[in-house]
Structure formats: C-alpha cells, structure tokens
C-alpha cells in the first residue's frame, strides 16, 4: 500500500529535520499538528539539496544536484518517488499548490553555490530570493491554506525574513565559508579587510528585515503564528550576540546560541505569544 511508503516518507523528512536542525524543529513542534509534515517535508527537501553543495565534496556535485532536480520535477508530475525526501516534498507540493518557479529559484541559487562566483548586488539579491525567500514563501503556502488573499498579503513580510535569518546564517558562518568552501557572499566586500564598520553596514541591513517580517508574524494564521515566532525569536537574539561580537572574532569562530538559552527563549516567548504581547 502507497499509504505505508507516504508514512515513511513523512517519517524520513520529520528525523532529517530534527537530526540537521535542533532550533527549527523545536519550532516546528509549535505549529498546529496539521502544518508539522508539511513543513518537515519542505525542510527535507531545502537541505538535501544544501548537503549535496556544501558536503559531497568527493563526488560530482553537479551532477548530483541535475539528478536531483530532474527527480524532483518528476516526483511532483507523477506524484510519487521512490526517493523518501522527494515523495513527501511531491505530495506538500501538490496538497499547497506551492508553485514550480518557487522550487525553480530555489534550486537555481543551489547550482550558483557550484561556482566561484564573485558576488555584486544583483546576484546577491538573486541568491537571498532563491536560497531563503522562497522558502518562507513555501511555508507561507502551507500556512495560508488556499486563502489567495491571505498569502498575497503577508508575502513581502515572509520574503524580508527569510532574507534576515539568511544573512544571519551568512555572518554566523563566515569563517566556514569562506576559509572551507571559498564563499563570500556579501557583495563588495574583502573578508581579508573585514572590519567592525564593514559588520555594522550588514547588521543595519538585516535590522530593517527583521522589523518587516515581525509585522508579518503578527498577522499569520494562530495555528503557525508562534512557531514562526520562535524562529524570530532565535534568530534575532542570534543577530544580537553576532552584533555584540567583534569582527575579528566572527572570522575565527562560529557564534552559537547555547541550548539552555534556547530554551528560556522558549519560556519567554510562549508568555508574550500567550498574552498576545508579540
């Protein structure tokens, strides 16, 4: 029976989220049950095709990820693959009406992360889009439920957050970029000269993202409001250790939020969402 695969294929996203992703599957768990395999199966789905340019050093990365984009599109076609991952992700493709040139851009930025590319600012731009606006827009199809007007709406808040957590990932793993796998994405910038002035343009930068997407927050149906605003709530007390770090030190190590702080975020944030305090 197919309905005995689809559960192992939900199971397979939900143990890739939890095993890759401590804080995003904590706040997943605050969704409404309905929204949990959906959202694990986007997850799934996003960081397979991230491991496939980031870890797969020995093998043919390029053609890894043609592969895996060719059996996506024909997991959402046929409405099955005999690949977990892409089984799950075909059937919360098809449920949400998640449109292809979504699952197009994201998979673009994927192959620009195949090249030494020198970024300007238009393609900067063209990676945040691809690699984590349009996958909060996939979420916000998960979220909205079919409601047209709803998505519409909140889609330029989704987009502004995806890039804040983005360029939070970006300054977090700036060391690991750029000395391990020779990426510096921020454009017109020498990380050989990077400085606290040059830290300080960034963080102004995603400090007006993040004002955007918590307008968005506010808004998002209840059953989705609170795990989304666990993600904020992470992210942006990580963007205040990153801004309370100097430059020098970003570029020698990978700052962290520690798990018990994470989890009297959790307390915290639970109390404001609880009294509507957002």
Not at 234 to 240: E, I
């Amino acid at each position: 029976m197919k309905d005995l695969f689809d559960m192992i294929s939900k199971k397979s996203s939900k143990l890739t989220t939890v095993t890759y992703s401590t804080s995003f599957s904590m706040g997943i768990r605050f969704f409404s049950k309905r929204f949990h395999d959906p959202i694990y199966a986007i997850y799934g789905f996003v960081r397979f095709a991230d491991e496939i340019v980031d870890s797969f050093h020995n093998f043919d990365k390029a053609k890894l990820l043609e592969r895996f984009k060719t059996d996506t599109y024909l997991a959402i076609e046929e409405k099955i693959s005999l690949n977990p991952i892409l089984n799950n992700f075909q059937w919360a493709v098809n449920k949400y009406k998640i449109e292809r040139e979504l699952i197009e851009k994201f998979l673009h930025s994927m192959e620009m992360d195949l090249h030494d590319i020198e970024y300007d600012q238009p393609a900067f731009e063209e990676y945040i889009l691809g690699s984590a606006e349009v996958v909060g827009l996939m979420c916000l199809r998960v979220f909205c439920e079919g409601n047209e007007a709803r998505y519409y709406e909140l889609k330029p808040s989704a987009m502004r957050l995806g890039s804040a957590f983005q360029k939070i990932n970006f300054l977090r793993d700036l060391k690991a970029d750029y000395q391990g796998l020779g990426r510096s994405y921020f454009p017109n910038i020498d990380l050989k000269k990077f400085d606290d002035e040059t830290k300080q343009k960034i963080e102004d930068d995603i400090a007006i993202d993040f004002a955007d997407g918590l307008e968005g927050i506010r808004k998002l149906p209840r059953g989705a409001r609170f795990g989304v605003y666990m993600a904020y709530v992470y992210f942006y007390n990580l963007f205040l250790k990153i801004k309370r770090t100097r430059s020098s030190q970003i570029m020698r190590e990978r700052i962290r939020i520690p798990n018990r702080t994470k989890y009297k975020l959790l307390v915290t944030s639970y109390i404001r969402h609880q009294l509507n305090l957002l």
